[in-house]
T-cell receptor
Framework: DAKTTQPPSMDCAEGRAANLPCNHS???????VYWYRQIHSQGPQYIIH???NNETNEMASLIITEDRKSSTLILPHATLRDTAVYYC????????????FGSGTKLNVKP | DAGVTQSPTHLIKTRGQHVTLRCSPI?????VSWYQQVLGQGPQFIFQ???????GRGNFPDRFSARQFPNYSSELNVNALLLGDSALYLC??????????????FGPGTRLTVL
């Protein structure tokens, strides 16, 4: 099962882009990368996912390296409400929906 | 549209008691997963159910059990509670069990405190 490595914390100024890195060097060819965030111990919120192409939605962009060993979540204009723990997850296939969350990155957006 | 709902929101139990937590998935979703999140850690996978059958189990003791009903709602049961069972219990629902791109959507969780 592929595991992920993330920095424990990062700071970002309000209005600037937040770039959150994730290492998943043991990822398999058919495993997707998912990003979730969790605010104040609420339920994790889905952000975005991808396989090998870059993805963008209304919340964020996901950049996956060509070798798929790492990815970066980009919040283009961070706000104070984006302060949260961000989890990078590699979904395990094999007929069930197990997500390994890891410890995540605490993003602190500062005014 | 209603998201994933969980009940109760908070619960206080004493050691040795048992507890039942409930989850209603998003309408149309047939898969429910349960996670335990201890303070300061990421969620840990407990169970996944799809079409009323257990499809996956994490590394949790037999004191933990679950089931899924015909309407796809689910219950998580924990027997002989220990202090270490104090955690936020999260339920997640998704459309399919085996689709690699199947996205899980989480409920707000149930905060269980064992005294």
């Amino acid at each position: 099962d592929a595991k992920t490595t993330q920095p424990p914390s990062m700071d970002c100024a309000e209005g600037r882009a937040a770039n959150l890195p994730c290492n998943h060097s043991t990822i398999s060819g058919n495993e997707y990368v998912y990003w979730y965030r969790q605010i104040h111990s609420q339920g994790p919120q889905y952000i975005i996912h991808g396989l090998k192409n870059n993805e963008t939605n209304e919340m964020a962009s996901l950049i996956i390296t060509e070798d798929r060993k790492s990815s970066t979540l980009i919040l283009p204009h961070a706000t104070l409400r984006d302060t949260a723990v961000y989890y990078c997850i590699v979904r395990v296939g094999n007929n069930f929906n197990k997500f390994y969350f890891g410890s995540g990155t605490k993003l602190n957006v500062k005014p | 549209d209603a998201g994933v709902t969980q009940s109760p929101t908070h619960l206080i139990k004493t050691r040795g008691q048992h507890v039942t937590l409930r989850c209603s998935p998003i309408s149309g979703h047939k898969s429910v997963s349960w996670y335990q999140q201890v303070l300061g850690q990421g969620p840990q996978f407990i169970f996944q159910y799809y079409e009323k059958e257990e499809r996956g189990r994490g590394n949790f003791p037999d004191r933990f059990s679950a089931r899924q009903f015909p309407n796809y709602s689910s219950e998580l049961n924990v027997n002989a509670l220990l202090l270490g069972d104090s955690a936020l219990y999260l339920c997640a629902s998704s459309l399919f069990s085996i689709a690699i791109t199947d996205t899980q959507y989480f409920g707000p969780g149930t905060r269980l405190t064992v005294l």
